[in-house]
């Protein structure tokens, strides 16, 4: 059972240049979410989805665009890449109201 | 604006010892508290939660206490051992909401 997958693992970016970060889940949850973590600093969501076709806006969410065509892939895009948006991207699921996200390895994004 | 705190960055302790890891938030209407643990190149682990609807909840070596009057929560680890060694970050969330605060973490390393 391979949980939450991210690829990839780094990304060295241009200023400027576009990105799409992969998220697959294989555990049929209906809520995925994606956040972002910078050094010293708590994850904050970016955006996040209830369901295939549905997806809204988390705090942080300007820079980014997301879709979710399918249960199990929530692709994170990055249009124009800013030094700002250097983290640790995670992505998460989870299956109902009361119950703990489950998180992927991240993928560490440097933009330069 | 930080509405999950862990104000102590770091926390070593003696293996066989309690850790206590502790967490303040500030907004009244989080009703459901959980307690990640994260480990270098790896995501967030659920460990433990509570609802607010509880003041204590227990799992092992690892218990969780919840003071709503003084928005403070605490994960207290006994005994601990080096493989509890990793961040630790604190969440919380109100009902029916799909977006997860963290705190900042707590890093914990258990000596030998």
């Known amino acids: 059972n391979a949980g939450v997958t991210q690829t990839p693992k780094f990304r060295i970016l241009k200023i400027g240049q576009s990105m799409t970060l992969q998220c697959t889940q294989d555990?049929?949850?209906?809520?995925m979410y994606w956040y972002r973590q910078d050094p010293g600093m708590g994850l904050k969501l970016i955006y996040y989805?209830?369901?295939?076709?549905?997806?809204d806006k988390g705090e942080v969410p300007n820079g980014y665009n997301v879709s979710r065509s399918t249960t199990e892939d929530f692709p994170l895009r990055l249009e124009l890449a800013a030094p700002s948006q250097t983290s640790v991207y995670f992505c998460?699921?989870?299956?109902?109201?009361?119950?703990?996200?489950?998180f992927g390895d991240g993928t560490r994004l440097s933009i330069l | 604006d930080q509405q999950v705190k862990q104000n102590s960055p770091s926390l070593s302790v003696q293996e066989g010892r309690i850790s206590i890891l502790n967490c303040d938030y500030t907004?009244?209407?989080?009703?459901?508290f959980l307690w990640y643990k994260k480990y270098p190149a790896e995501g967030p682990t659920f460990l433990i939660s509570?609802?607010?609807?509880?003041d204590k909840n227990e799992d092992g070596r690892f218990t969780v206490f919840l003071n709503k009057s003084a928005k403070h929560l605490s994960l207290h680890i006994v005994p601990s051992q080096p493989g509890d060694s990793a961040v630790y970050f604190c969440?919380?969330?109100?009902?029916?909401?799909?977006?997860?605060?963290f705190g900042t973490g707590t890093r914990l390393t258990v000596i030998p």
């Open positions: 907004n009244s209407m989080f009703d459901y």
């Open positions: 969440a919380a969330r109100e009902t029916g909401a799909n977006n997860l605060f």
């Open positions: 989805s209830v369901g295939a076709g549905i997806t």
């Open positions: 509570i609802s607010s609807i509880k």
């Open positions: 998460a699921s989870r299956d109902g109201q009361a119950r703990p996200q489950h």
């Open positions: 555990m049929n949850h209906n809520y």
